[in-house]
């Protein structure tokens, strides 16, 4: 089973990565991301196998310090799986969340993450649709190519998970003033 670090937002701005969820959702045959029954969030690691203990010891060492960040979206973007077209919208990452990243990279050796999480190589993103029907595939990345208004969302909610399904083992709320 593998594990996740995050980046969350249980706040209320989240609606708007909530209402991409929607429309994005019409390329799939059923919505990918609201099945999750999980909120919008940056994923920052992803560790196949992993000590717990050392995973929740990661993340307090990662927040200490860090306020619930602002983090601000100004266009969409897609990756290409073997099996799969993910579209996602792309964060222009804060001080704060370089910070917790890298941390989080630096107490636990980064060999172990998943290699598309590692440092020099991870792409963040907020993901919107994870389970496009192929034959879609041009209207979706066509779609992921129009420009947006750009938002903000408060991301408040550092923790560490384990899917599939998504279960929340360990979360630490990040202050509004750190």
């Known amino acids: ?9 249980d706040h209320e701005s989240a609606e708007a990565i909530r209402y ?3 429309k994005c959702s019409s390329f799939e045959a059923s919505p990918s991301m609201a099945a999750l ?6 994923t920052l690691a992803v560790y196949d196998e992993m000590n717990t203990e050392l995973l929740f010891a990661a993340l307090d060492e990662a927040v200490v310090g860090i306020p619930h960040l602002t983090i601000r979206f100004e266009h969409l973007g897609h990756f290409v799986a073997p099996h799969a077209i993910i ?4 964060p222009t990452l ?8 890298e941390r989080a990279h630096s107490f636990i050796n980064s060999g172990l993450c998943r290699p598309s999480y590692r440092p020099g ?3 963040p ?7 496009i029907d ?10 992921a190519n129009r420009p947006i208004e750009p938002f903000d969302v408060v991301f408040d909610v550092a923790d560490c998970a384990s899917f599939p399904p998504v279960e929340v083992l360990y979360e630490r709320r990040l202050p509004v003033d750190a």
Do not use: Q
């Open 20 to 22: 991409l969820w929607e």
């Open 121 to 123: 190589i991870w792409v």
């Open 125 to 131: 993103h907020c993901s919107l649709a994870t389970d």
């Open 37 to 42: 029954d999980y909120p919008p969030h940056i």
């Open 134 to 143: 192929p034959s879609r595939k041009a209207e979706a990345i066509d779609a």
């Open 1 to 9: 089973m593998p594990f996740a670090i995050n980046l969350r937002s």
């Open 87 to 90: 579209l996602w919208a792309a």
């Open 94 to 101: 804060n001080e704060g969340a370089n910070l917790l990243y």
